[in-house]
């Protein structure tokens, strides 16, 4: 089992900053080695992938954040974060932490960000 839990979402105006985190844990889950995700889901939208960032800390981003929004990790602390500048109202979104471990997908229960015009 992994528990993902995230936080630092909120209201922001258009052209602010957020950074989001997700700490991870679970008996025998070891954060170092796993792949871990931001999603977002937007009202009325599907899930999409926003960021992803490897054990080997190489990152992925959705071409709508790329160049806003950054990815990183702290292992130590089995914490994954979401830096988010430049936020736009279309941003505005649940944002969940995922990971998949040993066939299974786990996610947060997402912390809602809204961007006001």
């Known amino acids: 089992q992994v528990q993902l839990v995230e936080s630092g979402g909120g209201l922001v105006q258009a052209g602010g900053s957020l950074r989001l985190s997700c700490a991870a844990s679970?008996?025998?889950?070891?954060?170092?080695?796993?792949?871990m995700g931001w999603y977002r889901q937007a009202p009325g939208k599907q899930r999409e992938l926003v960021a992803r960032?490897?054990?080997?800390?190489?990152?992925s981003y959705s071409d709508s954040v790329k160049g806003r929004f950054t990815i990183s990790r702290d292992n130590a602390q089995s914490t994954v974060y979401l830096q988010m500048n430049s936020l736009k109202p279309e941003d505005t979104a649940v944002y969940y932490c995922?990971?998949?471990?040993?066939?299974?997908?786990?996610w947060g229960k997402g912390t809602l960000v809204t961007v006001s015009s």
């Open positions: 960032i490897t054990s080997g800390r190489s990152t």
């Open positions: 995922n990971t998949y471990w040993r066939g299974m997908d786990y």
């Open positions: 679970g008996n025998t889950f070891t954060f170092t080695y796993n792949t």
